[in-house]
């Protein structure tokens, strides 16, 4: 287990610091990872990600856009646009875009998850269902 794994595993519960130290928690391992790795090395993207959740999760979703749209600009720029970090960065934008009530931003960026997720995981894939799921929510709010 990563030290990433164990900071996002220690935010589950719901006890009222827990959350703040797995925030913290997250920071710093980004530091370290960003130094030692890249800022391009997927498992940097997988911590950002990480951390916007975070910051998403306490309601400060104009931070988690932010930590997202880095991401997936990193993402898209170092990486192929079907990769695991690209795909999941936009999903994590396009819900942050939705719940900032930024629906046509949002749609836009479910759109271009929805067509790679269907392209290279099929129809069924929970991924692509989960997409069509935001899709779906954007197009009735």
């Not at 980004?30 to 130094?35: G, M, P």
């Not at 932010?66 to 749209?69: D, E, L, P, T």
């Not at 994590?92 to 900032?100: H, M, Q």
């Not at 392209?119 to 099929?122: A, D, K, L, N, P």
């Given at each position: 287990?990563?030290?990433?794994?164990l900071a996002v595993v220690r935010g589950t519960p719901t006890l009222p610091g827990q959350r703040d130290q797995t925030e913290?928690?997250?920071?710093?391992?980004?530091?370290?990872?960003?130094?030692v790795l890249g800022d391009h090395h997927p498992?940097?993207?997988?911590?950002r990600y990480a951390l916007?959740?975070?910051?998403g999760e306490r309601g400060d979703w104009r931070a988690a856009e932010?930590?997202?749209?880095q991401t997936l600009e990193i993402a898209q720029r170092e990486l192929v646009?079907?990769?695991?970090?690209?795909l999941a960065s936009r999903d994590?934008?396009?819900?942050?875009?939705?719940?900032?009530d930024r629906f046509a931003e949002a749609e836009t960026e479910f759109r271009a998850a929805l067509e790679v997720h269907r392209?290279?995981?099929?129809e069924e894939h929970a991924n692509t269902l989960a997409t069509w799921h935001g899709y779906a929510s954007v197009l009735a709010g």
């Open positions: 287990m990563t030290r990433t794994d913290a928690e997250l920071s710093e391992v980004l530091d370290v990872q960003r130094h498992v940097t993207l997988r911590t916007a959740g975070r910051l932010q930590v997202y749209r646009p079907d990769h695991e970090c690209t994590g934008l396009a819900w942050a875009l939705y719940s900032l392209r290279v995981f099929g």
